[in-house]
T-cell receptor, first 115, second 117 residues
Framework: GNSVTQMEGPVTLSEEAFLTINCTYT??????LFWYVQYPGEGLQLLLK?????DKGSNKGFEATYRKETTSFHLEKGSVQVSDSAVYFC??????????????FGKGTKLSVIP | EPEVTQTPSHQVTQMGQEVILRCVPI?????FYWYRQILGQKVEFLVS????????KSEIFDDQFSVERPDGSNFTLKIRSTKLEDSAMYFC???????????????FGPGTRLTVL
Protein backbone atom coordinates (compact mmCIF):
# COMPACT_ATOMS: atom_id res chain seq x y z
CA GLY A 1 0.00 0.00 0.00
CA ASN A 2 0.89 3.65 -0.06
CA SER A 3 3.07 5.12 2.65
CA VAL A 4 4.88 8.35 3.47
CA THR A 5 8.01 8.60 5.59
CA GLN A 6 8.79 12.00 6.94
CA MET A 7 11.71 13.44 8.79
CA GLU A 8 11.21 13.19 12.53
CA GLY A 9 10.91 16.37 14.52
CA PRO A 10 10.81 18.59 16.29
CA VAL A 11 12.95 21.00 14.34
CA THR A 12 14.05 24.26 15.92
CA LEU A 13 15.61 26.97 13.75
CA SER A 14 16.59 30.57 14.15
CA GLU A 15 14.81 33.17 12.07
CA GLU A 16 16.21 33.44 8.53
CA ALA A 17 17.75 29.96 8.65
CA PHE A 18 17.37 27.49 5.79
CA LEU A 19 14.76 24.80 6.21
CA THR A 20 14.66 21.29 4.80
CA ILE A 21 12.11 18.69 5.81
CA ASN A 22 12.67 15.34 4.14
CA CYS A 23 9.85 13.27 2.76
CA THR A 24 9.97 10.00 0.86
CA TYR A 25 7.10 7.89 -0.32
CA THR A 26 6.10 4.43 -1.46
CA UNK A 27 3.33 4.11 -4.00
CA UNK A 28 2.49 2.44 -7.27
CA UNK A 29 2.33 4.53 -10.38
CA UNK A 30 2.52 8.29 -10.22
CA UNK A 31 0.83 9.65 -7.14
CA UNK A 32 0.15 13.32 -6.50
CA LEU A 33 2.22 14.75 -3.68
CA PHE A 34 1.33 17.44 -1.18
CA TRP A 35 2.60 19.40 1.77
CA TYR A 36 0.02 20.45 4.33
CA VAL A 37 0.61 22.83 7.22
CA GLN A 38 -1.18 22.88 10.57
CA TYR A 39 -0.82 26.04 12.61
CA PRO A 40 -1.45 25.80 16.36
CA GLY A 41 -5.12 25.27 17.09
CA GLU A 42 -6.11 25.12 13.42
CA GLY A 43 -6.90 22.52 10.78
CA LEU A 44 -4.83 21.39 7.85
CA GLN A 45 -4.10 23.80 5.03
CA LEU A 46 -2.66 22.86 1.68
CA LEU A 47 0.75 24.49 1.34
CA LEU A 48 1.84 23.21 -2.05
CA LYS A 49 1.42 20.32 -4.44
CA UNK A 50 2.96 18.51 -7.40
CA UNK A 51 1.19 16.08 -9.67
CA UNK A 52 3.93 14.64 -11.88
CA UNK A 53 7.64 13.91 -11.90
CA UNK A 54 9.92 16.96 -11.86
CA ASP A 55 7.06 19.30 -11.00
CA LYS A 56 8.01 21.93 -8.46
CA GLY A 57 5.33 23.12 -6.09
CA SER A 58 5.81 26.48 -4.44
CA ASN A 59 3.93 28.79 -2.13
CA LYS A 60 4.83 31.44 0.48
CA GLY A 61 8.55 30.90 -0.14
CA PHE A 62 8.32 27.14 0.34
CA GLU A 63 9.28 24.77 -2.46
CA ALA A 64 9.27 21.03 -3.08
CA THR A 65 10.23 19.07 -6.19
CA TYR A 66 8.66 15.75 -7.15
CA ARG A 67 11.59 13.37 -7.64
CA LYS A 68 10.43 10.11 -9.12
CA GLU A 69 13.92 8.59 -9.20
CA THR A 70 14.40 9.03 -5.45
CA THR A 71 10.68 8.87 -4.55
CA SER A 72 11.10 12.08 -2.61
CA PHE A 73 9.32 15.40 -2.11
CA HIS A 74 11.49 17.38 0.29
CA LEU A 75 10.20 20.71 1.57
CA GLU A 76 12.57 23.69 1.55
CA LYS A 77 12.52 27.34 2.43
CA GLY A 78 15.45 29.66 2.14
CA SER A 79 14.70 31.92 5.09
CA VAL A 80 12.19 30.90 7.73
CA GLN A 81 10.17 33.31 9.84
CA VAL A 82 8.67 32.97 13.29
CA SER A 83 5.25 32.81 11.63
CA ASP A 84 6.30 29.59 9.88
CA SER A 85 6.19 27.76 13.21
CA ALA A 86 3.72 24.93 12.65
CA VAL A 87 3.46 21.22 11.97
CA TYR A 88 4.17 20.20 8.38
CA PHE A 89 2.71 17.07 6.86
CA CYS A 90 3.81 15.39 3.67
CA UNK A 91 1.02 13.48 1.93
CA UNK A 92 0.27 11.56 -1.21
CA UNK A 93 -2.76 10.59 -3.17
CA UNK A 94 -2.87 7.64 -5.53
CA UNK A 95 -3.87 7.96 -9.14
CA UNK A 96 -6.37 5.18 -9.62
CA UNK A 97 -7.75 2.04 -8.09
CA UNK A 98 -8.30 1.43 -4.42
CA UNK A 99 -7.18 4.31 -2.27
CA UNK A 100 -7.29 6.74 -5.13
CA UNK A 101 -9.03 9.50 -3.24
CA UNK A 102 -7.74 9.22 0.26
CA UNK A 103 -4.69 11.12 1.34
CA UNK A 104 -1.93 9.17 3.03
CA PHE A 105 -0.02 11.35 5.48
CA GLY A 106 3.38 11.26 7.07
CA LYS A 107 3.69 11.64 10.82
CA GLY A 108 4.27 15.38 10.64
CA THR A 109 7.27 17.51 11.54
CA LYS A 110 6.91 20.22 14.12
CA LEU A 111 8.88 23.33 13.23
CA SER A 112 9.66 26.01 15.79
CA VAL A 113 11.35 29.19 14.62
CA ILE A 114 12.91 31.37 17.28
CA PRO A 115 13.69 35.08 16.85
CA GLU B 1 -13.68 32.40 0.56
CA PRO B 2 -15.67 29.18 0.96
CA GLU B 3 -14.60 26.94 3.80
CA VAL B 4 -15.46 23.67 5.49
CA THR B 5 -16.99 24.13 8.91
CA GLN B 6 -17.28 21.63 11.74
CA THR B 7 -19.29 21.51 14.93
CA PRO B 8 -18.73 21.22 17.78
CA SER B 9 -15.13 22.29 18.17
CA HIS B 10 -14.78 20.11 21.25
CA GLN B 11 -16.95 17.20 22.35
CA VAL B 12 -16.55 15.38 25.64
CA THR B 13 -18.41 12.12 26.12
CA GLN B 14 -18.52 9.09 28.35
CA MET B 15 -17.28 5.74 27.11
CA GLY B 16 -20.09 3.78 25.49
CA GLN B 17 -22.07 6.84 24.47
CA GLU B 18 -22.98 7.72 20.91
CA VAL B 19 -21.58 10.88 19.35
CA ILE B 20 -22.35 12.66 16.11
CA LEU B 21 -19.79 14.98 14.61
CA ARG B 22 -21.08 17.48 12.09
CA CYS B 23 -19.52 19.03 9.03
CA VAL B 24 -20.72 21.45 6.39
CA PRO B 25 -18.60 20.91 3.25
CA ILE B 26 -18.04 23.54 0.59
CA UNK B 27 -21.28 23.85 -1.32
CA UNK B 28 -20.28 22.77 -4.84
CA UNK B 29 -18.07 19.89 -3.71
CA UNK B 30 -19.00 16.31 -4.47
CA UNK B 31 -16.61 14.20 -2.38
CA PHE B 32 -16.51 14.21 1.38
CA TYR B 33 -14.01 12.70 3.79
CA TRP B 34 -13.35 12.05 7.43
CA TYR B 35 -9.86 11.79 8.87
CA ARG B 36 -8.69 11.54 12.43
CA GLN B 37 -5.53 12.49 14.26
CA ILE B 38 -4.78 10.91 17.60
CA LEU B 39 -2.72 13.30 19.70
CA GLY B 40 0.89 13.29 18.56
CA GLN B 41 0.28 10.85 15.72
CA LYS B 42 -0.28 11.03 12.00
CA VAL B 43 -3.49 12.03 10.31
CA GLU B 44 -5.34 8.86 9.27
CA PHE B 45 -7.99 8.40 6.62
CA LEU B 46 -11.31 7.03 7.82
CA VAL B 47 -13.80 7.20 4.96
CA SER B 48 -14.73 8.92 1.73
CA UNK B 49 -18.29 9.51 0.53
CA UNK B 50 -19.67 10.25 -2.89
CA UNK B 51 -23.12 10.17 -4.43
CA UNK B 52 -24.70 9.23 -1.11
CA UNK B 53 -22.59 6.20 -0.51
CA UNK B 54 -19.20 5.24 0.90
CA UNK B 55 -16.57 5.08 -1.84
CA UNK B 56 -13.62 4.02 0.33
CA LYS B 57 -13.01 3.22 3.94
CA SER B 58 -10.03 2.25 6.05
CA GLU B 59 -9.61 -0.57 8.53
CA ILE B 60 -10.26 1.93 11.30
CA PHE B 61 -13.78 2.55 9.98
CA ASP B 62 -15.47 -0.47 11.54
CA ASP B 63 -19.13 -1.14 12.36
CA GLN B 64 -19.04 1.41 15.18
CA PHE B 65 -18.70 4.19 12.63
CA SER B 66 -21.21 5.47 10.12
CA VAL B 67 -21.53 8.49 7.87
CA GLU B 68 -24.53 10.24 6.47
CA ARG B 69 -25.48 13.21 4.40
CA PRO B 70 -28.91 13.86 5.89
CA ASP B 71 -29.64 16.93 3.80
CA GLY B 72 -28.05 18.96 1.06
CA SER B 73 -25.48 20.60 3.27
CA ASN B 74 -24.47 18.52 6.29
CA PHE B 75 -22.14 15.53 6.42
CA THR B 76 -22.02 13.62 9.70
CA LEU B 77 -19.83 11.02 11.35
CA LYS B 78 -21.49 8.88 14.01
CA ILE B 79 -19.66 6.73 16.51
CA ARG B 80 -22.20 4.38 18.07
CA SER B 81 -20.44 3.34 21.24
CA THR B 82 -17.35 5.38 21.92
CA LYS B 83 -14.17 3.86 23.30
CA LEU B 84 -11.28 5.56 25.05
CA GLU B 85 -9.14 5.05 21.95
CA ASP B 86 -11.59 7.07 19.86
CA SER B 87 -10.27 10.21 21.53
CA ALA B 88 -8.76 12.21 18.70
CA MET B 89 -9.15 15.25 16.50
CA TYR B 90 -11.58 14.46 13.69
CA PHE B 91 -11.22 16.38 10.47
CA CYS B 92 -13.81 16.67 7.76
CA UNK B 93 -12.68 17.47 4.21
CA UNK B 94 -14.34 18.00 0.87
CA UNK B 95 -13.19 18.18 -2.73
CA UNK B 96 -14.68 19.07 -6.06
CA UNK B 97 -13.43 16.01 -7.97
CA UNK B 98 -14.10 17.24 -11.44
CA UNK B 99 -13.77 14.38 -13.89
CA UNK B 100 -10.53 14.15 -15.80
CA UNK B 101 -8.51 15.97 -13.15
CA UNK B 102 -5.34 14.41 -11.92
CA UNK B 103 -6.06 15.69 -8.48
CA UNK B 104 -8.47 17.84 -6.58
CA UNK B 105 -7.52 19.70 -3.46
CA UNK B 106 -9.16 18.45 -0.33
CA UNK B 107 -10.21 21.36 1.84
CA PHE B 108 -10.10 20.59 5.53
CA GLY B 109 -12.26 21.89 8.32
CA PRO B 110 -10.78 23.07 11.64
CA GLY B 111 -11.57 19.76 13.33
CA THR B 112 -13.58 18.49 16.27
CA ARG B 113 -11.62 17.39 19.28
CA LEU B 114 -13.35 14.33 20.74
CA THR B 115 -12.49 13.36 24.29
CA VAL B 116 -13.83 10.04 25.58
CA LEU B 117 -13.74 9.64 29.35
Amino acid sequence: GNSVTQMEGPVTLSEEAFLTINCTYTATGYPSLFWYVQYPGEGLQLLLKATKADDKGSNKGFEATYRKETTSFHLEKGSVQVSDSAVYFCALRGVSGAGSYQLTFGKGTKLSVIP
Amino acid sequence: EPEVTQTPSHQVTQMGQEVILRCVPISNHLYFYWYRQILGQKVEFLVSFYNNEISEKSEIFDDQFSVERPDGSNFTLKIRSTKLEDSAMYFCASSEEASGSLWNEQFFGPGTRLTVL
